[in-house]
C-alpha cells in the first residue's frame, strides 16, 4: 500500500491496524470469513473504477468490454457451482438480493412468512424496522418450544392459517440442517414461492455438507463473504423462468451500477469453491464447530439444540451463571482477544442488547487452517474467561496466548 501510505498516512495507519488486530485475535463471528489474498487483489482492482449499469452486452455505457467478461465469470462459475440455471451477481449484500426477490414475486403490502430474528431469522426475513416488516405484510415462524429446532408440522400449520405469498426459509443464528425440500413441500401445498436464504451456509452447500435448496426452492440468496469466502456481496439464483424478472428487480428495479471489481472479485472466489480443497474446508468448519459446541458443553455451559450441524452454534450463558448477559460475556472475551458476539437464544426473556447468549462460528478461524486441537484450546480460554468473570490477570495471560496461536496460523490474505 505504497501510495496510501505515502498519501494518507492516517488512513493507511487504520488499515494496518485493521489488519494487526485480524492477526492478533480470534474471529469466532459467524458471519465473518478471511477472503484469500485472490480476492482482495480482485476487490481492489481497476474495475472499480467503472460503471456498468445493465447486464453483459445490454449496458447504459461504453466501454464495458472487460466489465462484461467480468460479469459472465462469475455468472458462468456461480451457475456451475451451484448448478443453478440463472445466476444474478449484482445485487451489492444480501439483505438487497432478498429485496431484489420480493419485488420480483411480490405486489405491496403482499404476505410474506419468515423466521424470527427472536429464533435465529435475518432483519430482512420481515423485522418491522426493515424494509421488508414495513412493506409486506410478515407472519414470523419460530423455532419449537422445546426442542428448539424448526418443527415442519408447526411451520406448516402456521402456513395454512397465514396464507403467505412467499416463504422464506434460511437463518442468521440456527445450528441445524435446514430440511428444504420439507418448506419446498409446504409452500406447495399452500401455493406460496420460496425462497432459500443461504447467506451463513452458503460454502457448506457448495462443500457438500448442507443440502442444497437449489432444486426445491424458486429462489436462492446468498451473500458471497461468508462461509463461501468471498468478497463483500451477494447473489441470487434462480431458474430461468424467473430470470428476466428477478435481473429487472436489481437493476433497475433497485440499484444502479453493479460494483464491477467486487464482481470480479466474486468470479475468483466461486474458482476458489469449485476446487476440491473448499470441500475439504467446509467439512473443516463443520468438524471445528461440534468440537468446539461439544468442548463448551463439557465445561458445562448449554449449548442451544444440544449441539451443531453447520458452521455456528449459541450458547446459553444462564446455564452456568444465571446474571451474566451476552454483552458482558461478549465484551470480556474481546479483551482477551476472542471475538464473538451477544446473540438472543429461542425464547429469550432479556432484549437484544443485553441477551443471555453467545454466537460462536468457525469459518474464520478454519481458514487460518486451525483444527479440533485448537478449538479445544479455544473453549478453554472461554471457559476460564467467563468462569473468572473477565478478571484481569486471566485475561492478559490470555491475550498473550491468542496472540501466539494467531502467529502460528496466520490469516490467509498474508501469506
Ligand atoms: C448475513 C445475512 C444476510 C445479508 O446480510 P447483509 O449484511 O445485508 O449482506 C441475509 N440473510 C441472512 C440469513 C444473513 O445471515
Known sequence: MIHLSQFDPEAYAIAQAELERQRNTLELIASENHASAAVLEANASALSDKYAEGYPHKRYYNGCENADRAELLAIDRAKAIFGAEHANVQPHCGTSANIACYMAALGARDKIMGMDLAHGGHLSHGLPINYSGMYYDVTSYTVNTST???DMDEIRDLAKRAKPKLI????SAYSRTIDFAAFAQIAHEIGAFLLADIAHIAGLVVGKVHPSPVPHADFVTTTTHKTLRGPRGALILCREAWAKKVDSAVFPGLQGGPFMHSILA????FAEAAKPEFAVYAA????NARELAAAMTEKGWRVVTGGTDNHMFLIDLRSRKAELTGREAAHW???AGIIANKNKIPFDPRPPAQTSGLRFGTPATTSRGMQQAQMRQI???IDDILSHDGDEAITTRIAGQVRELGQQFPVPNQE
Open 148 to 150: 428448539e429446532r424448526l
Open 168 to 171: 422464506i426459509a434460511g437463518a
Open 266 to 269: 466474486k468470479a475468483v472466489a
Open 284 to 287: 473443516q468448519i463443520v468438524a
Open 333 to 335: 472475551l474481546s479483551n
Open 379 to 381: 473453549a478453554q480460554w
